[in-house]
Each structure stands twice: as C-alpha cells, then as structure tokens.
C-alpha cells in the first residue's frame, strides 16, 4: 500500500487561493470531490492534503503547486474595480472566470515583461498621459493621432472584424497589450484595463460584437491615459460618487470622439441634410454606424454631443439598441475557431511573436510556451504558418 504524504503547507494559503477565484467551500469541494468539511479542516490547519489532493485543489484554482508553499498570499494585480460591463452588473458578484480572466491579464504582462528582460530588449515606452480637465474631443483626436488612424483609412475597412484587428494593431504598435477574455459571459463583462507601464493592458470580452470591442478598447484606453480606476459600464450611473461618475463619462465620450471625429460626422452628407436637433431614421443611422464601424448607440450619442439629436430621442432608441443586442447575444453562438487561431485572438500577435521569439531564441522552454499560449504544442506549426509565414521544428 501506498505510503501518505502530506503537503506540508500554510493553511491560509488554501483559503487565499480558493477565495480569490470566487469559489464557495461547496463548490470548491464538490470540483475536488472531497466533503466540504474535509476541504474546511484542510483551510483551518486541522488536517493536511495529500500531494495528489494539493495538486488536484492547485488545478482547480488555477494556481501553480509552488504558490502554496510561500510563506505569505502573493500580492497580485486586482482589476476587479475597474472594468466595464452592461447594466444591471452587481459589483461585488464577480463569477470565477471573471477572477481569472483578470489574472490572466495581469500574468501575461508580466511575462512579457520578463521576455523582454531575457531577450535584453527594452519594453516600448508610454508616456501619453490625460487629464479629466481636458477637452474629451481633443483627447479623442489627439488618440487618433497617436494611432495613425485616418478617416480614409477608416471608411475603407471591408467590414466589422478588418476594423477590430486594425485598431487593435494601432494599439499594439504603441506599447499596449490588447487581449481578449473568452471565458466571461458579455452581460458581466464587455472591458478591464491595467493602467500601470510600460505594457499597459486593455482587455475585451470575445463574446462581443466587434463594434462593441472597438469602442471597448477605446474606452480602455482613454482609461490608461487617465491612469484612473473606475467602475466601467455602458451605464452613467448617477448613484455613483461623483469622481467616478466624471472618469466613465469622459471615457465614454472619449471613445466616441475617436471612433467618430466631430468634424468627420458633421461633414457627412447624411448629416448636413439635417441641421438642429431632430429624430433619426433607423437606414440613417446604420448607414453612419456601417461606414465608421461604429454602433448604432455609439453614432446617435455623437449625433447627440454634436446637437443633431434630442436626448428623449437618444434614450428611447438606446433602451431599443440595448434590447435588441440582448436578444441577439442569446441567439448568437460563436462557431468553430481553430486552437491556433483561438490563441493568437486571446493573447493578441503581438504577445504570441513575442513568446515565440524567446522560444525561437531558447529563451523558454516548449513547457513554457504552451502555458503562455494556452496552446497544445501539435498547434504550433499552424499557428507560426498563420502569424508568421513560416514553419519551424518543435524542439522536444
């Protein structure tokens, strides 16, 4: 028979790692197929773990077995404060793939990071800066700007998804780490951002239109600019104080400003046709959303900050927007996606030609390449062939 042996560890350490994913003592204990009593006497010190029940509670937390061997919780990144989701999210309720989307974010920036120490390369630096005194149109402007977007460029994208991965390459140009979150019902979570530099983060929930992901990475960003945390919603929730109700307005109307410049709209053809505030047909308004790949929300609140709309109109046509994308988010199901192509949406290119130039460089191990990844190594000719171009031997 099979000698025990226990896991000589903190106590604390269990408790830390189970409450930090969400997890309940029952549900936590039925994932381990142990008793919740058993799990409880585990986390007060009374009994230990075997290795095997360690390694299995470490997997279903999500935590590496080393993590409960050090002498205190580590002190992590924690955006659990700062992050954007429709209304009616209850802050405070954060499910567990939520908890861990947001670890994952802050994990990835530190391996990159890292990365860029072991390849002795200096991580790009970003000192763009905003403030909540400054004019939201010139702070959206000043983004364009600094993108290198332009309205010709712009209007000339085929279609929702060339516009999603052009923005999100102007932001990667510049230092920005831009991921997605795969594993987050939208209802709880559209955006977060990690404002600290260099390689600050924007995050944006895969489940969402692309048009919903645009305007989210905006937001995000016009957030890092800020430096400021914040309760991020679509949602300008008066209840809330004042200096957080002020940071989510200006980066609502930053976003906007950005995606659809004031003199650009008011320029438009359909536009000029209406002088002063008047209600909107439905084929005007998709016809201005479809051309800056915007949503239709997002265009009638420019029509709005420009005086081409009333607010009574603007909010009975948002109520009917924010309807109809709730519908359509529940008949929707996403189709297949191929791992490797799944891999490079989640982390982004330019954090997957990062990884795979330290493992190109031996820098890191095959292990290490499919953790950051999240990629099973048979994936990876694919995944090279599909970012790029080329073919490369696994090593073993």
């Given at each position: 028979?099979?000698?025990?042996?226990?896991?000589?560890?903190?106590?604390?350490?269990?408790?830390?790692?189970?409450?930090?994913?969400?997890?309940?003592?029952?549900?936590?204990?039925?994932?381990?197929?142990?008793?919740?009593?058993?799990?409880?006497?585990?986390?007060?010190?009374?009994?230990?773990?075997?290795?095997?029940?360690?390694?299995?509670?470490?997997?279903?937390?999500?935590?590496?077995?080393?993590?409960?061997?050090?002498?205190?919780?580590?002190?992590?990144?924690?955006?659990?404060?700062?992050?954007?989701?429709?209304?009616?999210?209850?802050?405070?309720?954060?499910?567990?793939?939520?908890?861990?989307?947001?670890?994952?974010?802050?994990?990835?920036?530190?391996?990159?990071?890292?990365?860029?120490?072991?390849?002795?390369?200096?991580?790009?630096?970003?000192?763009?800066?905003?403030?909540?005194?400054?004019?939201?149109?010139?702070?959206?402007?000043?983004?364009?700007?600094f993108l290198g977007i332009?309205?010709?460029?712009?209007?000339?994208?085929?279609?929702?998804?060339?516009?999603?991965?052009?923005?999100?390459?102007?932001?990667?140009?510049?230092?920005?780490?831009?991921?997605?979150?795969?594993?987050?019902?939208?209802?709880?979570?559209?955006?977060?951002?990690?404002?600290?530099?260099?390689?600050?983060?924007?995050?944006?929930?895969?489940?969402?239109?692309?048009?919903?992901?645009?305007?989210?990475?905006?937001?995000?960003?016009?957030?890092?600019?800020?430096?400021?945390g914040g309760l991020c919603?679509?949602?300008?929730?008066?209840?809330?104080?004042?200096?957080?109700?002020?940071?989510?307005?200006?980066?609502?109307?930053?976003?906007?400003?950005?995606?659809?410049?004031?003199?650009?709209?008011?320029?438009?053809?359909?536009?000029?046709?209406?002088?002063?505030?008047?209600?909107?047909?439905?084929?005007?308004?998709?016809?201005?959303?479809?051309?800056?790949?915007?949503?239709?929300?997002?265009?009638?609140?420019?029509?709005?900050?420009?005086?081409?709309?009333?607010?009574?109109?603007?909010?009975?046509?948002?109520?009917?927007?924010?309807?109809?994308?709730?519908?359509?988010?529940?008949?929707?199901?996403?189709?297949?996606?191929?791992?490797?192509?799944?891999?490079?949406?989640?982390?982004?290119?330019?954090?997957?030609?990062?990884?795979?130039?330290?493992?190109?460089?031996?820098?890191?191990?095959?292990?290490?390449?499919?953790?950051?990844?999240?990629?099973?190594?048979?994936?990876?000719?694919?995944?090279?062939?599909?970012?790029?171009?080329?073919?490369?031997?696994?090593r073993g």
């Open positions: 028979m099979a000698e025990r042996v226990d896991a000589i560890i903190k106590p604390g350490l269990l408790t830390w790692a189970r409450e930090s994913l969400g997890l309940g003592i029952e549900t936590a204990a039925k994932k381990a197929q142990v008793k919740s009593e058993q799990l409880l006497s585990w986390e007060r010190g009374e009994k230990r773990p075997t290795i095997n029940q360690l390694r299995k509670l470490g997997s279903i937390y999500k935590r590496p077995i080393a993590v409960f061997y050090l002498p205190e919780p580590p002190t992590a990144f924690d955006a659990l404060h700062d992050y954007r989701r429709l209304p009616g999210g209850v802050p405070g309720s954060e499910s567990p793939e939520l908890r861990l989307e947001i670890r994952r974010a802050h994990d990835r920036r530190q391996v990159a990071l890292d990365l860029f120490e072991v390849l002795q390369e200096e991580a790009p630096p970003f000192g763009e800066t905003a403030t909540l005194s400054d004019n939201p149109e010139v702070i959206g402007s000043q983004i364009r700007g332009t309205q010709e460029q712009q209007v000339g994208w085929q279609n929702d998804y060339e516009a999603l991965n052009q923005w999100r390459s102007a932001l990667e140009g510049k230092g920005v780490l831009v991921f997605q979150a795969t594993d987050v019902e939208v209802g709880e979570m559209r955006g977060f951002s990690i404002s600290e530099t260099p390689l600050p983060v924007v995050v944006v929930n895969i489940k969402d239109s692309p048009r919903g992901r645009i305007f989210t990475m905006l937001h995000e960003f016009a957030h890092i600019l800020l430096k400021k919603d679509l949602e300008e929730d008066r209840s809330r104080p004042p200096e957080e109700q002020r940071v989510e307005v200006l980066c609502n109307h930053v976003s906007g400003a950005a995606l659809i410049p004031k003199d650009s709209l008011l320029a438009e053809e359909t536009v000029r046709a209406r002088r002063g505030p008047t209600d909107w047909p439905d084929q005007d308004i998709e016809l201005l959303a479809r051309r800056y790949k915007a949503s239709r929300e997002a265009t009638l609140r420019r029509l709005l900050l420009c005086g081409r709309t009333t607010e009574a109109f603007y909010r009975r046509k948002r109520e009917e927007y924010l309807k109809i994308y709730e519908e359509r988010s529940e008949r929707e199901v996403a189709g297949f996606v191929p791992p490797y192509r799944l891999a490079i949406s989640r982390a982004g290119p330019w954090f997957v030609r990062l990884v795979l130039e330290g493992y190109s460089r031996e820098k890191i191990t095959t292990s290490d390449l499919a953790d950051y990844l999240r990629i099973r190594l048979k994936h990876l000719p694919r995944l090279e062939r599909e970012l790029l171009g080329t073919r490369r031997n696994v």
